[in-house]
T-cell receptor
Framework: AQSVAQPEDQVNVAEGNPLTVKCTYS??????LFWYVQYPNRGLQFLLK??????LVKGSYGFEAEFNKSQTSFHLKKPSALVSDSALYFC??????????????FGRGTQLTVWP | EPEVTQTPSHQVTQMGQEVILRCVPI?????FYWYRQILGQKVEFLVS????????KSEIFDDQFSVERPDGSNFTLKIRSTKLEDSAMYFC??????????????FGPGTRLTVL
């Protein structure tokens, strides 16, 4: 069965420091992985995705994520956090094969707080 | 930038009543989805819709639920007889048609449904 785990409900980091939001997944076949961010009263906004190719993918707002197949992880990173990065972050996965329209499986979300 | 919109932002209803949640997907998108998030839980897939028919539905999407694309712009989720456990945030999403690719889904801001 497909599943996503975000082991940390909250991540707190000081502005200017690097941040990491963790995600591990379980999926049959090749995974397609996504990160979304949710600001208060807004929908889920797409940040980045891994489909194939380079394990390090870059996305919006300076975020990047590293796909690690052996560890089944897709951690979200940013070298220097901003206060405006404070939001709820969701990792999601879908199956790479046999799935026609892309049902996503989400993690519980990680609340990122960046302190000034 | 085009966005998925949803109305209403908050719906309060009595148990047993019918509700219709409305979504306007991005205009050139052809795949549509509904997800929901019960407070404190994961975002869960409900249903996907393409070419005027349901493509996939989850175990949550029972006979009480239905979806419709009544015209060229709206995509609706109907719950025929609401239960207390239907209280959740409901997200609509859409995705463009692109053969052989796995596009990200674009989410609306959600409708918070409260069943009393």
């Amino acid at each position: 069965a497909q599943s996503v785990a975000q082991p940390e409900d909250q991540v707190n980091v000081a502005e200017g420091n690097p941040l990491t939001v963790k995600c591990t997944y379980s999926v049959s076949g090749n995974p397609y992985l996504f990160w979304y961010v949710q600001y208060p009263n807004r929908g889920l906004q797409f940040l980045l995705k891994y489909i194939t190719g380079d394990n390090l993918v870059k996305g919006s707002y300076g975020f990047e994520a590293e796909f690690n197949k052996s560890q089944t992880s897709f951690h979200l990173k940013k070298p220097s956090a901003l206060v405006s990065d404070s939001a709820l972050y969701f990792c999601a996965v879908r199956e790479g094969r046999g799935s026609t329209l892309g049902r996503l499986y989400f993690g519980r979300g990680t609340q990122l707080t960046v302190w000034p | 930038e085009p966005e998925v919109t949803q109305t209403p932002s908050h719906q309060v209803t009595q148990m047993g009543q019918e509700v219709i949640l409305r979504c306007v997907p991005i205009s050139n998108h052809l795949y549509f989805y509904w997800y929901r998030q019960i407070l404190g839980q994961k975002v869960e897939f409900l249903v996907s819709f393409y070419n005027n028919e349901i493509s996939e539905k989850s175990e949550i999407f029972d006979d009480q639920f239905s979806v419709e694309r009544p015209d060229g712009s709206n995509f609706t989720l109907k719950i025929r007889s609401t239960k207390l456990e239907d209280s959740a945030m409901y997200f609509c999403a859409s995705s463009p048609l692109q053969r052989g690719s796995y596009n990200e889904q674009f989410f609306g801001p959600g409708t918070r449904l409260t069943v009393l």
